[in-house]
């Protein structure tokens, strides 16, 4: 029996801010920009200013996007000969977007996608543990601790140059100045609920 790759399936990137999640989306949709594929790229509108944009990673590296605040809107933008749909920073969308891109896949389309995988306290990030369930190949990056070096599994929100606070909002649009890329020991939150207490 000769074994094939059906057509159809779910990529997700994941990982802490500073882990190159954009950067690895945008090389892999350039790479199917080479092959001519028929390619359409989505992110959150964090505005109502454009409609359209490009995604950025940190290198510099950009593609045309198109901003939407529903998901559904994806829609507007594809049809049935688009072959490649790639989401970044999924996270910021509202969850019927694990349907939306289930149904896709389902039809035929390849579905890339990037991701926070843990918010600021290093919580999972709303829908993304179901997200991660449903896909067929996931991508788990790191960043490097600012602080040891070691690989950076975390993002740390930093507030008036203190770690912020467990129960202050998870949305804050940021970069450098409000975060840093840490490991799971060098990473702090301000009164943290104790959910388990151990033998030691
Ligand atoms: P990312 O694209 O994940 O950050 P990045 O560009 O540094 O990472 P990469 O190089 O891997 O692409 O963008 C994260 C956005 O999410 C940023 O605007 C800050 C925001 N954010 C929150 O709103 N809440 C949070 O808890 C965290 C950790 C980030
Ligand atoms: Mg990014």
């Known amino acids: 029996m000769v074994l094939k790759q059906k057509e159809g399936w779910i990529e997700v990137i994941c990982g802490p801010m500073f882990a190159g999640k954009t950067e690895e989306l945008l090389r892999r949709v350039k790479r199917l920009e080479y092959a001519k594929a028929n390619i359409v790229v989505f992110k959150p509108a964090m505005d109502d200013r454009y409609a359209t944009?490009?995604?950025?990673?940190?290198?510099?590296?950009?593609?045309?996007?198109?901003?939407?605040?529903?998901?559904?809107?994806?829609?507007?933008?594809?049809?049935?000969?688009?072959?490649?749909?790639?989401?970044?920073?999924?996270?910021?969308?509202?969850?019927?977007?694990?349907?939306?891109?289930?149904?896709?896949?389902?039809?035929?389309?390849?579905?890339?996608?990037?991701?926070?995988?843990?918010?600021?306290?290093?919580?999972?990030?709303?829908?993304m543990p179901r997200l991660i369930a449903k896909a067929e190949v996931v991508t788990k990056l790191t960043a490097v601790c600012v602080q040891c070096g070691a690989p950076a599994t975390r993002t740390q929100r930093i507030v008036d140059g203190k770690p912020a606070k467990y129960h202050d909002p998870i949305v804050l649009i940021g970069a450098s100045e409000s975060y840093e890329a840490r490991c799971r020991h060098c990473h702090k939150v301000y009164r943290k609920p104790k959910i388990f207490q151990g033998p030691f």
Request: proline residues 1%; hydrophobic residues 35%.
């Open 53 to 127: 944009s490009e995604v950025v990673s940190h290198n510099h590296n950009r593609t045309q996007s198109y901003n939407i605040h529903d998901s559904k809107d994806i829609f507007k933008y594809i049809d049935k000969a688009t072959q490649v749909i790639a989401i970044d920073e999924i996270q910021f969308l509202d969850e019927s977007v694990l349907d939306i891109i289930d149904y896709l896949a389902d039809k035929g389309k390849r579905i890339i996608v990037s991701g926070l995988d843990t918010d600021f306290r290093a919580e999972p990030f709303s829908f």
